[in-house]
Protein backbone atom coordinates (compact mmCIF):
# COMPACT_ATOMS: atom_id res chain seq x y z
CA UNK A 1 0.00 0.00 0.00
CA UNK A 2 2.82 2.59 0.58
CA UNK A 3 4.31 2.44 -2.93
CA UNK A 4 0.85 3.10 -4.18
CA UNK A 5 -0.65 5.99 -4.93
CA UNK A 6 -3.28 7.09 -2.04
CA UNK A 7 -6.50 8.80 -3.02
CA UNK A 8 -8.42 10.50 -0.02
CA UNK A 9 -11.59 12.29 0.17
CA UNK A 10 -12.56 14.81 3.29
CA UNK A 11 -16.42 15.11 3.33
CA UNK A 12 -17.23 18.23 5.11
CA UNK A 13 -19.76 20.35 6.04
CA UNK A 14 -17.99 23.40 4.42
CA UNK A 15 -16.50 21.92 1.66
CA UNK A 16 -15.35 18.36 0.01
CA UNK A 17 -11.38 17.94 -0.08
CA UNK A 18 -9.37 15.66 -2.31
CA UNK A 19 -5.67 14.72 -2.65
CA UNK A 20 -3.73 12.47 -4.29
CA UNK A 21 -0.53 11.51 -3.20
CA UNK A 22 2.24 8.53 -2.19
CA UNK A 23 4.19 7.56 1.18
CA UNK A 24 7.72 8.08 0.98
CA UNK A 25 10.04 5.42 1.89
CA UNK A 26 10.90 7.98 5.06
CA UNK A 27 7.14 7.82 6.05
CA UNK A 28 6.92 11.44 4.90
CA UNK A 29 4.10 12.03 2.03
CA UNK A 30 4.43 13.21 -1.44
CA UNK A 31 0.86 15.30 -2.28
CA UNK A 32 0.64 15.22 -6.34
CA UNK A 33 -2.76 16.58 -6.17
CA UNK A 34 -5.33 19.09 -3.85
CA UNK A 35 -8.47 19.93 -4.38
CA UNK A 36 -11.23 21.37 -2.78
CA UNK A 37 -15.20 23.06 -3.41
CA UNK A 38 -17.31 24.50 -1.27
CA UNK A 39 -20.20 22.65 -0.92
CA UNK A 40 -23.15 22.13 1.07
CA UNK A 41 -24.03 18.12 0.20
CA UNK A 42 -22.85 16.97 4.01
CA UNK A 43 -24.90 18.57 6.98
CA UNK A 44 -23.02 17.22 10.43
CA UNK A 45 -21.76 13.90 8.16
CA UNK A 46 -25.08 12.54 6.45
CA UNK A 47 -25.33 12.92 2.84
CA UNK A 48 -28.40 15.52 2.16
CA UNK A 49 -27.75 16.32 -1.09
CA UNK A 50 -26.08 12.99 -3.43
CA UNK A 51 -26.34 14.87 -6.41
CA UNK A 52 -24.74 17.45 -5.74
CA UNK A 53 -22.03 15.32 -3.83
CA UNK A 54 -21.81 13.67 -6.81
CA UNK A 55 -21.34 16.16 -9.00
CA UNK A 56 -18.44 17.81 -6.93
CA UNK A 57 -16.78 14.52 -6.49
CA UNK A 58 -16.43 14.24 -10.09
CA UNK A 59 -14.70 17.55 -10.45
CA UNK A 60 -12.06 16.47 -7.80
CA UNK A 61 -11.40 12.81 -9.71
CA UNK A 62 -10.95 14.92 -12.82
CA UNK A 63 -8.58 17.37 -11.10
CA UNK A 64 -6.21 14.49 -9.15
CA UNK A 65 -6.45 12.70 -12.41
CA UNK A 66 -4.90 15.26 -14.62
CA UNK A 67 -2.46 16.85 -11.73
CA UNK A 68 -1.03 13.29 -10.77
CA UNK A 69 -1.76 11.83 -14.48
CA UNK A 70 -3.16 9.00 -13.49
CA UNK A 71 -6.59 6.93 -13.66
CA UNK A 72 -8.67 6.57 -10.56
CA UNK A 73 -10.31 3.71 -10.78
CA UNK A 74 -9.51 1.29 -7.64
CA UNK A 75 -10.01 2.65 -3.89
CA UNK A 76 -10.13 5.25 -1.64
CA UNK A 77 -9.80 6.63 1.68
CA UNK A 78 -13.07 8.51 2.75
CA UNK A 79 -13.86 10.51 6.04
CA UNK A 80 -17.11 9.80 8.18
CA UNK A 81 -17.70 12.36 10.60
CA UNK A 82 -20.67 14.06 12.52
CA UNK A 83 -23.99 13.26 14.21
CA UNK A 84 -23.83 9.52 13.17
CA UNK A 85 -20.56 8.24 15.04
CA UNK A 86 -20.64 7.06 18.49
CA UNK A 87 -17.71 5.58 20.62
CA UNK A 88 -17.76 3.41 23.91
CA UNK A 89 -14.76 1.36 25.86
CA UNK A 90 -14.93 -2.05 25.76
CA UNK A 91 -13.69 -5.31 27.48
CA UNK A 92 -14.49 -8.67 27.61
CA UNK A 93 -12.84 -11.86 28.37
CA UNK A 94 -12.39 -15.70 27.48
CA UNK A 95 -10.89 -18.60 29.64
CA UNK A 96 -10.29 -22.07 28.89
CA UNK A 97 -12.58 -24.28 29.96
CA UNK A 98 -10.27 -27.12 32.12
CA UNK A 99 -8.73 -24.12 33.61
CA UNK A 100 -5.43 -25.22 31.89
CA UNK A 101 -3.01 -22.88 30.30
CA UNK A 102 -3.24 -21.81 26.36
CA UNK A 103 -1.06 -19.83 24.02
CA UNK A 104 -2.39 -17.03 22.92
CA UNK A 105 -2.38 -16.33 18.91
CA UNK A 106 -3.77 -14.02 16.06
CA UNK A 107 -7.16 -16.16 15.75
CA UNK A 108 -7.79 -15.53 19.91
CA UNK A 109 -6.69 -11.90 19.57
CA UNK A 110 -9.17 -11.36 16.95
CA UNK A 111 -11.76 -13.10 18.69
CA UNK A 112 -11.27 -10.61 21.73
CA UNK A 113 -11.68 -7.48 19.75
CA UNK A 114 -14.75 -8.82 17.68
CA UNK A 115 -16.66 -9.58 21.18
CA UNK A 116 -15.25 -6.40 22.42
CA UNK A 117 -17.78 -4.64 19.60
CA UNK A 118 -20.29 -7.31 19.31
CA UNK A 119 -20.97 -6.71 22.74
CA UNK A 120 -21.16 -3.00 22.52
CA UNK A 121 -22.19 -2.59 18.68
CA UNK A 122 -26.17 -2.86 17.57
CA UNK A 123 -27.00 -4.55 14.00
CA UNK A 124 -28.02 -1.17 12.55
CA UNK A 125 -24.59 0.61 13.11
CA UNK A 126 -20.99 0.06 11.73
CA UNK A 127 -17.93 -0.49 13.30
CA UNK A 128 -15.79 2.19 12.13
CA UNK A 129 -12.26 1.35 14.16
CA UNK A 130 -11.98 -1.67 16.65
CA UNK A 131 -8.57 0.06 18.47
CA UNK A 132 -6.63 -2.22 21.23
CA UNK A 133 -6.08 -0.65 25.19
CA UNK A 134 -3.93 -3.72 26.04
CA UNK A 135 -4.59 -7.47 27.91
CA UNK A 136 -4.63 -8.67 30.83
CA UNK A 137 -3.45 -12.57 31.15
CA UNK A 138 -4.85 -13.23 34.58
CA UNK A 139 -3.43 -10.82 36.83
CA UNK A 140 -0.88 -9.55 35.18
CA UNK A 141 -0.31 -5.90 34.47
CA UNK A 142 -1.49 -4.29 31.17
CA UNK A 143 -0.01 -6.09 27.99
CA UNK A 144 0.15 -4.08 24.87
CA UNK A 145 1.01 -7.42 22.78
CA UNK A 146 -0.20 -10.68 23.81
CA UNK A 147 0.95 -13.06 20.81
CA UNK A 148 2.52 -15.98 22.08
CA UNK A 149 2.08 -15.64 25.97
CA UNK A 150 0.34 -18.17 27.78
CA UNK A 151 -2.36 -18.89 30.46
CA UNK A 152 -5.68 -19.54 31.54
CA UNK A 153 -7.78 -17.00 30.68
CA UNK A 154 -7.28 -13.37 28.99
CA UNK A 155 -8.77 -9.94 29.00
CA UNK A 156 -9.34 -7.46 26.52
CA UNK A 157 -9.72 -4.20 26.44
CA UNK A 158 -10.87 -1.51 23.04
CA UNK A 159 -12.23 1.56 22.20
CA UNK A 160 -14.61 1.08 19.31
CA UNK A 161 -15.91 3.57 16.56
CA UNK A 162 -18.90 3.15 14.97
CA UNK A 163 -21.56 4.73 12.61
CA UNK A 164 -25.17 4.82 11.35
CA UNK A 165 -25.22 1.19 8.47
CA UNK A 166 -27.55 3.96 6.59
CA UNK A 167 -24.59 6.27 5.99
CA UNK A 168 -22.21 4.12 5.09
CA UNK A 169 -25.09 2.68 2.75
CA UNK A 170 -25.35 6.09 1.21
CA UNK A 171 -21.62 6.60 0.73
CA UNK A 172 -21.18 3.42 -0.44
CA UNK A 173 -23.53 3.47 -3.61
CA UNK A 174 -22.18 6.86 -4.49
CA UNK A 175 -18.88 5.60 -4.60
CA UNK A 176 -19.08 2.44 -5.86
CA UNK A 177 -21.57 2.66 -7.89
CA UNK A 178 -21.79 5.97 -9.22
CA UNK A 179 -18.11 6.60 -9.20
CA UNK A 180 -16.33 3.05 -9.24
CA UNK A 181 -14.32 3.78 -6.66
CA UNK A 182 -14.53 1.00 -3.47
CA UNK A 183 -14.57 3.66 -0.60
CA UNK A 184 -12.54 2.67 2.82
CA UNK A 185 -13.98 4.71 5.99
CA UNK A 186 -11.85 6.29 8.30
CA UNK A 187 -13.75 8.62 11.26
CA UNK A 188 -12.15 11.68 10.37
CA UNK A 189 -10.96 12.80 13.86
CA UNK A 190 -9.16 9.42 14.29
CA UNK A 191 -7.15 10.41 10.70
CA UNK A 192 -6.40 13.97 11.75
CA UNK A 193 -4.95 12.15 15.01
CA UNK A 194 -3.11 9.72 13.89
CA UNK A 195 -0.72 11.43 11.20
CA UNK A 196 0.01 14.90 13.00
CA UNK A 197 0.42 13.64 17.25
CA UNK A 198 4.04 11.84 17.54
CA UNK A 199 4.41 8.84 19.72
CA UNK A 200 5.96 11.11 22.99
CA UNK A 201 2.22 13.11 22.93
CA UNK A 202 0.21 10.07 22.58
CA UNK A 203 2.69 8.50 25.61
CA UNK A 204 2.26 11.38 27.74
CA UNK A 205 -0.97 11.92 27.04
CA UNK A 206 -2.50 14.63 24.77
CA UNK A 207 -6.04 16.49 23.96
CA UNK A 208 -6.82 16.98 20.46
CA UNK A 209 -9.29 19.11 19.44
CA UNK A 210 -10.26 19.08 15.82
CA UNK A 211 -12.87 21.92 15.03
CA UNK A 212 -14.43 22.31 11.89
CA UNK A 213 -17.76 23.83 10.46
CA UNK A 214 -20.59 22.78 12.40
CA UNK A 215 -18.68 20.03 15.27
CA UNK A 216 -15.31 19.38 17.15
CA UNK A 217 -13.88 16.12 17.52
CA UNK A 218 -12.62 15.64 21.06
CA UNK A 219 -9.90 12.47 21.08
CA UNK A 220 -7.87 11.86 24.32
CA UNK A 221 -4.55 10.06 24.77
CA UNK A 222 -2.78 8.56 27.34
CA UNK A 223 -0.04 5.86 27.53
CA UNK A 224 0.21 5.87 23.54
CA UNK A 225 -4.16 4.46 23.63
CA UNK A 226 -7.03 6.58 22.62
CA UNK A 227 -9.01 6.29 26.05
CA UNK A 228 -11.97 8.67 24.60
CA UNK A 229 -13.56 10.01 21.77
CA UNK A 230 -16.34 12.61 20.89
CA UNK A 231 -18.12 14.31 18.60
CA UNK A 232 -19.12 17.91 19.92
CA UNK A 233 -22.21 19.25 17.80
CA UNK A 234 -20.65 22.22 18.04
CA UNK A 235 -18.62 24.06 15.29
CA UNK A 236 -17.15 27.04 13.83
CA UNK A 237 -20.29 27.73 11.55
CA UNK A 238 -22.33 28.31 14.10
CA UNK A 239 -20.23 31.28 15.19
CA UNK A 240 -20.39 32.49 11.54
CA UNK A 241 -23.80 32.21 11.41
CA UNK A 242 -24.56 33.90 14.71
CA UNK A 243 -22.16 36.91 13.78
CA UNK A 244 -24.69 36.96 10.17
CA UNK A 245 -27.70 37.76 12.46
CA UNK A 246 -26.38 40.40 15.21
CA UNK A 247 -24.88 41.96 12.01
CA UNK A 248 -27.46 41.61 9.87
CA UNK A 249 -24.96 40.60 7.14
CA UNK A 250 -24.79 37.51 4.51
CA UNK A 251 -23.03 34.16 5.93
CA UNK A 252 -20.26 35.16 3.12
CA UNK A 253 -19.54 38.55 4.67
CA UNK A 254 -19.67 37.27 8.30
CA UNK A 255 -17.18 34.48 7.64
CA UNK A 256 -14.85 37.14 6.26
CA UNK A 257 -14.89 39.70 9.36
CA UNK A 258 -14.56 36.62 11.15
CA UNK A 259 -10.99 35.25 9.76
CA UNK A 260 -10.25 39.13 9.20
CA UNK A 261 -10.82 41.19 12.10
CA UNK A 262 -12.30 39.26 14.92
CA UNK A 263 -10.03 37.74 17.98
CA UNK A 264 -11.65 34.45 19.93
CA UNK A 265 -10.19 36.05 23.21
CA UNK A 266 -11.64 39.22 23.40
CA UNK A 267 -9.06 40.97 26.03
CA UNK A 268 -6.97 40.99 22.42
CA UNK A 269 -9.31 42.52 20.41
CA UNK A 270 -8.90 46.83 19.58
CA UNK A 271 -11.15 48.52 21.31
CA UNK A 272 -10.40 51.25 18.92
CA UNK A 273 -10.81 49.34 15.45
CA UNK A 274 -13.78 50.12 13.47
CA UNK A 275 -14.30 48.20 10.42
CA UNK A 276 -17.11 48.53 7.77
CA UNK A 277 -19.48 45.56 6.74
CA UNK A 278 -21.42 44.94 4.11
CA UNK A 279 -25.25 45.44 4.84
CA UNK A 280 -27.06 42.67 1.92
CA UNK A 281 -29.39 44.84 -0.31
CA UNK A 282 -28.32 48.54 1.20
CA UNK A 283 -25.78 50.32 -0.70
CA UNK A 284 -24.19 51.18 3.17
CA UNK A 285 -22.46 49.46 5.30
CA UNK A 286 -22.12 49.12 8.67
CA UNK A 287 -19.22 50.13 11.36
CA UNK A 288 -18.57 47.74 13.80
CA UNK A 289 -16.31 47.68 16.58
CA UNK A 290 -13.87 44.83 16.91
CA UNK A 291 -14.14 44.42 20.45
CA UNK A 292 -17.74 44.41 20.78
CA UNK A 293 -18.66 41.55 17.89
CA UNK A 294 -14.71 39.87 19.06
CA UNK A 295 -16.88 39.22 22.76
CA UNK A 296 -20.25 37.90 20.85
CA UNK A 297 -17.27 35.14 19.05
CA UNK A 298 -15.65 34.35 22.51
CA UNK A 299 -18.97 33.11 24.16
CA UNK A 300 -19.68 30.84 21.20
CA UNK A 301 -16.17 29.61 21.60
CA UNK A 302 -16.45 29.15 25.33
CA UNK A 303 -19.55 26.70 24.29
CA UNK A 304 -16.90 24.33 23.12
CA UNK A 305 -14.65 24.94 25.82
CA UNK A 306 -17.29 24.09 28.34
CA UNK A 307 -18.23 21.10 26.43
CA UNK A 308 -14.75 20.06 26.39
CA UNK A 309 -14.28 20.29 30.14
CA UNK A 310 -17.83 18.16 30.65
CA UNK A 311 -15.99 15.50 28.81
CA UNK A 312 -12.89 15.97 31.06
CA UNK A 313 -15.28 15.62 34.17
CA UNK A 314 -17.28 12.58 32.44
CA UNK A 315 -14.53 10.14 31.98
CA UNK A 316 -12.94 11.39 35.73
CA UNK A 317 -9.49 12.73 34.24
CA UNK A 318 -7.72 16.43 34.45
CA UNK A 319 -6.41 18.12 32.18
CA UNK A 320 -3.16 17.88 33.91
CA UNK A 321 -2.89 14.48 33.15
CA UNK A 322 -2.21 14.87 30.31
CA UNK A 323 1.57 16.48 29.80
CA UNK A 324 1.45 17.09 26.21
CA UNK A 325 -1.48 19.20 26.79
CA UNK A 326 -4.49 20.63 24.23
CA UNK A 327 -3.24 20.35 20.33
CA UNK A 328 -5.74 22.34 17.80
CA UNK A 329 -6.68 21.68 14.70
CA UNK A 330 -8.72 21.73 11.72
CA UNK A 331 -10.29 24.55 9.49
CA UNK A 332 -12.53 25.93 12.35
CA UNK A 333 -9.33 27.10 14.42
CA UNK A 334 -7.77 29.52 12.08
CA UNK A 335 -9.38 32.44 13.75
CA UNK A 336 -7.11 35.11 16.04
CA UNK A 337 -6.12 34.53 19.37
CA UNK A 338 -8.06 31.33 19.56
CA UNK A 339 -4.70 29.25 21.55
CA UNK A 340 -4.69 32.02 23.57
CA UNK A 341 -8.51 31.74 24.51
CA UNK A 342 -8.20 28.04 25.33
CA UNK A 343 -5.14 28.86 27.57
CA UNK A 344 -7.49 31.46 29.65
CA UNK A 345 -9.13 28.31 30.77
CA UNK A 346 -6.79 25.51 30.28
CA UNK A 347 -4.16 27.20 32.76
CA UNK A 348 -2.01 24.31 34.07
CA UNK A 349 -0.96 22.57 30.59
CA UNK A 350 0.82 24.04 27.51
CA UNK A 351 -2.22 24.80 23.93
CA UNK A 352 -0.64 24.76 20.58
CA UNK A 353 -2.08 24.90 17.32
CA UNK A 354 -1.37 22.29 14.89
CA UNK A 355 0.91 22.56 12.30
CA UNK A 356 0.91 20.40 9.16
CA UNK A 357 3.86 18.24 9.10
CA UNK A 358 5.75 15.24 6.79
CA UNK A 359 4.26 16.92 4.05
CA UNK A 360 6.03 17.76 0.46
CA UNK A 361 4.30 19.98 -1.58
CA UNK A 362 5.36 22.61 -4.31
CA UNK A 363 3.56 24.80 -1.68
CA UNK A 364 3.91 25.36 1.79
CA UNK A 365 1.10 24.12 3.61
CA UNK A 366 2.50 24.21 7.08
CA UNK A 367 -0.35 26.70 8.52
CA UNK A 368 -3.08 24.71 6.53
CA UNK A 369 -4.74 23.22 9.36
CA UNK A 370 -7.81 22.68 7.13
CA UNK A 371 -6.15 20.10 5.18
CA UNK A 372 -4.93 18.17 8.75
CA UNK A 373 -7.60 15.27 8.10
CA UNK A 374 -7.17 15.00 4.38
CA UNK A 375 -3.58 14.25 4.70
CA UNK A 376 -4.12 11.82 7.62
CA UNK A 377 -6.41 10.26 5.22
CA UNK A 378 -3.34 9.84 2.70
CA UNK A 379 -0.82 8.39 5.18
CA UNK A 380 -3.72 5.85 6.67
CA UNK A 381 -1.96 2.90 5.58
CA UNK A 382 1.25 4.15 7.49
CA UNK A 383 -1.16 4.37 10.85
CA UNK A 384 -3.69 2.03 10.69
CA UNK A 385 -2.68 -0.88 12.99
CA UNK A 386 -6.18 -1.80 14.73
CA UNK A 387 -7.72 -4.68 14.40
CA UNK A 388 -7.85 -6.40 10.42
CA UNK A 389 -11.96 -5.40 10.42
CA UNK A 390 -11.33 -1.94 9.85
CA UNK A 391 -9.46 -2.24 6.52
CA UNK A 392 -12.17 -4.11 5.00
CA UNK A 393 -14.92 -3.23 2.62
CA UNK A 394 -17.82 -2.05 4.12
CA UNK A 395 -20.24 -4.84 2.11
CA UNK A 396 -17.70 -7.68 3.45
CA UNK A 397 -17.58 -6.66 7.21
CA UNK A 398 -20.53 -8.64 8.82
CA UNK A 399 -19.84 -11.44 6.53
CA UNK A 400 -15.92 -12.36 6.96
CA UNK A 401 -16.91 -11.45 11.32
CA UNK A 402 -18.79 -14.43 11.50
CA UNK A 403 -16.45 -16.52 9.89
CA UNK A 404 -13.89 -15.62 12.05
CA UNK A 405 -16.53 -16.42 15.33
CA UNK A 406 -17.38 -19.55 13.82
CA UNK A 407 -13.94 -20.70 13.11
CA UNK A 408 -12.98 -19.82 16.57
CA UNK A 409 -16.37 -21.23 18.30
CA UNK A 410 -16.47 -24.02 21.06
CA UNK A 411 -12.91 -23.85 21.57
CA UNK A 412 -13.27 -21.29 25.12
CA UNK A 413 -16.30 -20.87 26.85
Known amino acids: MRNRIQIAFDLGSHSIKSAAGRILPNGKIEVLSIGEIQSKSIDCGDIVDKDLLLTHLEILVE ?7 INIDEDAWVSVSGRGIKSINSSTRIRSRENTDFEINEEIKQKLLNQCSDVQVSADRYVLHNIEQGYFIGSSPLIRNPIGMVGKSIDAKSHVIHVRNFNLTQLDYCFN ?24 EKELGVIF ?14 DNYLIHSKVIPLGSGLVTNDMAAYLQTSIKEAERVKIE ?11 SKVFEVEIPNDDLKKNVNEKEISKIVELRFEDIIDQIEVQ ?12 SGIKISGGGSKIRN ?14 DLMKVQN ?27 EDK ?12 KKSISTLIKGIFE
Open 63 to 69: KMEKDAK
Open 177 to 200: EDLGIEPFPVFDGYAASSSNLTYD
Open 209 to 222: VDIGADKTNLLIFK
Open 261 to 271: YVSAFSDFADE
Open 312 to 323: MRNIGKSVTDFK
Open 338 to 351: LDLLFKKHFVDVPV
Open 359 to 385: IIYKKNLEDKREFITLFGLLAWPKFNV
Open 389 to 400: SSSLKIKDVSSI
